[in-house]
């Protein structure tokens, strides 16, 4: 049995999002897990169709249903709900072991998996081969320049199948699973070469390598695609088509804004564009079809892997939060750093993805922390930033300007309405808003689907 509303979920969530009409986008505006899963799966059961457009298995989206909790990876987390069709479009990288693992790992859960999914034929794989690439990639690099220039990506292959889908006459993509015989001869062409850039890669990095043999991949590629096939189509076309019959379409973005590739911290980024800006090209629905874009902002910050981050904290601060909040990687468990809310990266990043409402997520981890900072403008050499720099060298340098809130010590968990929470927490979300110019429309208050808080004032 496909786990579904929760019972005790009784919310007029799409009208106080004012989000009752039209296509919506669900998408990180800091660097990932800010809880795009838990709002997702929200909204999933009040949409007819759920897509991916970006990412791959770097992503993971932990959704809580009653006391279950799900990790998915690649699989939209409308899949929990038993409405929703869920596309993994064009954009989106495909690990096909890791999709089956999934699927597999999801059904023994009760879930259900059958038309319900559905996956572009114009999306691309992710062999075993992106993942090794991946891993050296990063280890050349911290070994040519440091540790610090690692990116610390999760390891996979999502830059290399970026990369090979750039290259053209490296990629495989999930249309090629449909033909034994061709499939066949891509591999064998590729492979040829991967091997050998791997093995010299592998050498440079003082690692072991053995060649990846065209006949295993082959073997068990045929096995993942006999799972797969029946899932396979065009997926922009049954975009279209369930518009034009009057359906609604969520978007489930991976990854986050600040990670995307052409407006994150880069290089410290991941490789494909996270913010709503790539719904487009990653499921062939245009920009004006969407008209709603719910920003999911962490009520702090984390970060995981490498990079800039202006507001960290390594101090007592951060640990408790990092324990309040469980901030353990969903896909890798790395510890996540944390830091304060910096509405001088959300500002610009709600900008870039035209958020038309933020849901501020994990409040309920700042509860008992005396004073909270805001960072409302950065300095560097003496002077005033106007704008969030482009260059990752003056991310690190520039000096953060805080504005201090009093906290809040009361336990929030079990708000429900705006009105229900403290005094100093509504302080907080209002000069969010304010410096933003986008309203918080929804504050989550843990992990479950009924603590969440809706706007009644
Ligand atoms: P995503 O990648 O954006 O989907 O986020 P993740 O699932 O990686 O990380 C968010 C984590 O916070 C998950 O473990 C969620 O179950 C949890 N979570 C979501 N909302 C809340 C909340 O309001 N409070 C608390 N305490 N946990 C939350
Ligand atoms: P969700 O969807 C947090 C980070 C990695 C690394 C950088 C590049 O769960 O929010 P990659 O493997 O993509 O090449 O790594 O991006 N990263 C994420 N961090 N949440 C994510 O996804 C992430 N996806 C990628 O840690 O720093
Ligand atoms: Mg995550």
Not at 148 to 172: F, V, W
């Amino acid at each position: 049995m496909t786990p579904q509303t929760d019972p005790t979920c009784d919310l007029d969530l799409l009208r106080s999002l004012n989000m009752d009409t039209g296509h919506c986008a669900v998408v990180g505006l800091q660097w990932g897990d800010e809880g795009k899963g838990k709002v997702v799966d929200l909204l999933a059961m009040r949409f007819d169709v759920t897509a991916r457009y970006n990412g791959g298995a770097n992503a993971g989206h932990s959704v809580q249903v009653g006391d279950k909790r799900y990790a998915l990876h690649l699989i939209p987390s409308g899949i929990l709900s038993d409405k929703a069709i869920n596309v993994l479009g064009n954009g989106v990288v495909i690990d096909p072991a890791q999709l089956v693992k999934e699927m597999t790992g999801l059904r023994a859960e009760g879930v259900t998996i059958g038309d319900n999914l559905k996956i572009s034929d114009r999306a691309h794989l992710v062999f075993e081969y992106h993942k090794v690439q991946d891993v050296l990639y990063d280890q050349a690099l911290a070994k040519a320049m440091g540790g610090d220039a690692a990116i610390g990506t999760t390891g996979r292959g999502i830059g290399p199948c970026y990369a090979d889908k750039a290259l053209r006459s490296m990629a495989i993509r999930v249309g090629d699973l449909l033909d034994e015989s061709a499939l066949h001869d891509k591999l064998k062409r590729v492979i040829a070469v991967k091997n050998t850039v791997l093995a010299a890669l592998a050498k440079h990095c003082d690692q072991p390598f053995r060649p990846f043999d065209v006949d295993a991949v082959l073997k068990d590629t045929v096995g993942y695609a006999k799972v797969l096939r029946p899932h396979i189509c065009d997926s922009a076309h049954l975009l279209h088509t369930s518009m034009d019959a009057g359906k609604r379409l969520l978007f489930e973005g991976a990854n986050a804004t600040l990670l995307d590739i052409d407006h994150g911290t880069y290089p410290f980024v991941t490789s494909s564009n996270c913010s709503s800006l790539g719904v487009h090209t990653g499921t062939g629905v245009p920009g004006h079809k969407v008209t709603n874009v719910l920003g999911i902002v962490k009520a702090y910050q984390t970060r995981v892997g490498g990079g800039p981050m202006p507001t960290e904290l390594h101090d007592a601060t951060a640990d408790r939060i990092r324990e309040v909040g469980k901030e353990y990687g969903t896909t890798t468990g790395r510890p996540r750093r944390v830091g304060w809310l910096d509405l001088v990266a959300l500002k610009y990043t709600a900008t870039l993805s035209g958020a038309t409402g933020i849901a501020l997520m994990l409040m309920d981890v700042l509860s008992g922390l005396p004073e909270l900072k805001l960072c409302t403008g950065y300095e560097h050499n003496g002077q005033k930033l106007t704008n969030f720099p482009a260059d990752a060298g003056v991310l690190n340098s520039l000096t953060p300007v805080y504005e201090s809130v009093p906290g809040f010590d009361e336990s929030i968990d079990e708000c429900k309405r705006f009105s229900d929470l403290p005094d100093n927490a509504l302080a907080y979300i209002k000069k969010i808003e304010k410096f933003v110019g986008v309203p918080v429309s929804l504050v989550s208050v843990g992990p479950r689907r009924d603590q969440t808080v809706l706007r009644d004032v």
